[in-house]
Nanobody, 125 residues
Framework: QVQLVESGGGLVQAGGSLRLSCAAS????????MGWFRQAPGKEREFVAA???????TYYADSKGRFTISRDDAKNTMYLQMSSLKPEDTAVYYC???????????????????WGQGTQVTVSS
């Protein structure tokens, strides 16, 4: 049984930082494209960042360099370091795994094989 468990969310003031983690089990983590999506209240889920199994290729939505995605295949864990947080970053952040390459389907959320349950990030002004 595949499980993706996010952690690290919380309440932070604008300008602050958080590091999200996604711990995976039940899959060959090193073979999966991993990524983060988020969903704000009243909005559709949107792509945030992704990292290929090699770790050499990373992809970002327009976070203007504030977010950094990384992975540790030895720990079956992916991370999202977020800095200079803004109130508009408030959302539930989801971990997403795909047994395939990064493409437009993945960005749209259609090409995701497994989702985590989400972790809440709230940025106060």
């Amino acid at each position: 049984q595949v499980q993706l468990v996010e952690s690290g969310g919380g309440l932070v003031q604008a300008g602050g930082s958080l590091r999200l983690s996604c711990a995976a089990s039940g899959l060959t983590f090193s073979s999966y494209l991993m990524g983060w999506f988020r969903q704000a209240p009243g909005k559709e889920r949107e792509f945030v960042a992704a990292i290929h199994w090699s770790g050499s290729d990373t992809y970002y939505a327009d976070s203007k360099g504030r977010f950094t995605i990384s992975r540790d295949d030895a720990k079956n864990t992916m991370y999202l370091q977020m800095s200079s947080l803004k109130p508009e970053d408030t959302a539930v952040y989801y971990c997403a795994a795909r047994a395939g390459r990064y493409n437009s389907d993945y960005v749209a959320g259609r090409g995701v094989d497994y989702w985590g349950q989400g972790t809440q990030v709230t940025v106060s002004s």
